[in-house]
């Protein structure tokens, strides 16, 4: 993804919830921010707001 402008959003996340994110960001090497980017895409594909994002091999 480019440089686009984003915006600072706050969730609160249940503790097991945030452990378990910390967790996969560590296992993946893929920064938090970047998974829940991609969680929000997700969801919003679910509800057909958004295309499916395109996954990489």
Known sequence: ???TKRSVEVAYLDPDK????KRLA???RIPRAVLMREAVDDLL???GML???KRKP
Do not use: F, H, Q
């Open 18 to 21: 945030l452990e378990l994110l």
């Open 26 to 28: 560590e296992d993946t």
């Open 45 to 47: 594909a679910k509800y």
């Open 1 to 3: 993804m480019g440089k």
């Open 51 to 53: 295309k499916p994002p």
